[in-house]
């Protein structure tokens, strides 16, 4: 079974959110350990770039294992601060620690987050 | 459709395996980790349960002719004990199945086929039968098979068998002996498999898979081996540059086009071969020569292509597709096969790839893009 902290947020597309997504917060975004566990052991993680603007619901990245690609989407709306330039070396940071190392990238958020999920209704989701 | 069960089902729950739905299987698609495992194989050993692949069973006392009629192979010319990788064509030259298969008897071959044409395979060679003195049949469900990869595989196995040793360490690749196991259970051991490396699979009664799965690992843990699943073993193969079914074969795909045409047995004027299906087409072809080739692609960037994507040429525009594709955990680097005209397959040709929406550049390669030391 898969962990999935009690002090995130969640999207229906794996990604959890850390921190309160209040419009001008900033948060941190990664996947969840259930979708890394999916996804195999990640080699190439593509995140956006810094002063991207991203949307909740689109993609804004990709992320590639030995046996798939799958899109990263963003969680929340806003505009990208900073990413985790250490996964450029080391992505299989992601598969270790999804939510410490394995982070993805930082947003100041510009809209008030519609569809994160608390993390019993996101395990509801990955049963 | 039900989804059916590996023999060793229980063993994969207890290993904690991730399993996938594959050609109506539920299996193993990895245990610690795609890159561990694959890895493993390359330098120590993986240990894989292949039991949804399809076993046939063909015997009679013109069992050797048939399959010479009915494979592009010449089965007749293999030894007992010996193994052939042959495939079963249609009228047209296309694929319908690759096959290894076992002589183990004069009038008695074993098959191996894909799991998702087994049921396919039997139905054409049973067309195929005529008034040859041949029966065939499908012993899926009473045959587990277990593969043990890897360069110690042969230490591995061999410490297995309680009678039969020596005939495993002496065994020449793509070839075949009874042996006994420890605990009494009997296996067909075959020096073959799908993985670029020195290997073996036990061909054992379904009852006993789960005491040979357990021996295996008793034996091999101490020797660096692990469970590896479907995905290391796409990976290692891909990396030996052989084809998957579905993949890069196919009845559009002629095994010319696959760089497969040296198993098709046209016969020679000294040792002529008689009629086999798919002959008239496949001479054809063979005397026209391929529009396009299956080639070895090498990327330099990070992002790998993978089945299905395009293939363009320098103007953008699409010439080609690829059938298999991921990032090399062997070489660093992402690897791929794809079908392009043959005039974009000499090695050195840089193709692009249309990856999602972005060009990235590969070049052709010569297949393997891995080859182990002997």
């Known amino acids: 079974m898969a962990n999935i902290p009690d002090e995130l947020k969640y999207s229906a597309e794996h990604e959890w959110v850390a921190g309160d997504p209040l419009v001008g917060a900033t948060v941190t975004v990664g996947i969840t350990e259930h979708a890394a566990e999916a996804l195999g052991d990640i080699v190439y993680a593509e995140p956006p770039t810094v002063g991207d603007t ?41 598969n270790a620690d999804p939510y410490g190392d394995g982070w993805i990238f930082k947003v100041e958020v510009t809209a008030t987050p519609k569809s994160l999920i608390g993390p019993e209704a996101y395990s509801a989701l990955t049963d | 459709m039900t989804t059916l069960r590996s023999p060793l089902h229980d063993e994969h729950v207890a290993l904690n395996a991730t399993l996938v739905d594959f050609a109506g299987w539920q299996m193993p698609v990895r245990y610690s980790g795609d890159i561990a495992e694959h890895l493993a194989v390359r330098s120590a050993a993986g240990l894989f349960d292949l039991s949804h692949m399809g076993e046939l069973s063909v015997r009679g006392a013109d069992a050797a002719d048939f399959l010479d009629y009915a494979l592009v192979g010449r089965v007749s010319a293999v030894k007992l004990w010996g193994a052939k990788y042959t495939m079963l064509c249609n009228e047209a030259g296309g694929v319908i199945d690759d096959l290894v298969i076992y002589r183990r008897d004069w009038d008695h071959f074993f098959i191996v086929a894909n799991a998702s044409n087994k049921d396919r395979v039997v139905t054409e060679l049973r067309a195929r039968l005529g008034s040859f003195e041949a029966t065939v049949d499908d012993i899926s469900h009473q045959i587990a098979l277990i593969a043990v990869q890897g360069p110690r595989s042969a230490q591995i196995t061999a410490s297995m068998c309680k009678l039969g040793a020596d005939d495993i360490e002496a065994m020449k690749y793509y070839s075949g002996a009874n042996v006994l196991l420890e605990g009494g259970i009997h296996a067909f051991a075959a020096r073959t498999g799908y993985t670029g490396e020195d290997g073996f699979e036990l061909f054992v009664a379904a009852d006993q898979a789960r005491a040979v799965w357990r021996l295996a690992l008793e034996r091999g843990t101490a020797l660096g081996m692990i469970p590896a699943g479907l995905s290391s073993r796409d990976t290692l193969r891909l990396e030996a540059g052989m084809p998957l079914y579905g993949q890069e074969l196919g009845e559009q795909t002629t095994p010319f086009e696959a760089g497969l045409g040296r198993i098709i047995a046209f016969g020679t004027d000294e040792n002529p071969r008689g009629d086999f299906v798919g002959r008239e087409a496949l001479a054809a072809v063979k005397a026209q020569g391929v529009a396009r080739q299956l080639v070895g692609l090498v990327g330099l960037g990070r992002r790998s292509a993978r089945t299905g994507y395009g293939v363009t040429d320098a ?60």
């Open chain 1, 54 to 94: 991203v949307t909740a619901g689109e993609v804004c990245g990709e992320l590639e294992s030995t046996k798939a690609v799958s899109e990263l989407y963003s969680p929340v709306t806003g505009k990208v601060t900073e990413v985790n330039a250490a996964l450029e070396s080391a992505p299989e940071s992601i």
């Open chain 2, 315 to 374: 103007a953008g525009n699409q010439v080609g597709v690829v059938t298999s594709g991921a990032p090399s955990p062997t070489l660093g680097q992402p690897i791929a096969m794809a079908y392009v005209p043959v005039a974009m397959s000499e090695p050195g040709t840089v193709l692009g790839i249309d990856v999602r929406g972005r060009r990235e550049e590969m070049t052709v390669t010569a297949l393997p893009f891995y080859k182990r030391e002997k």
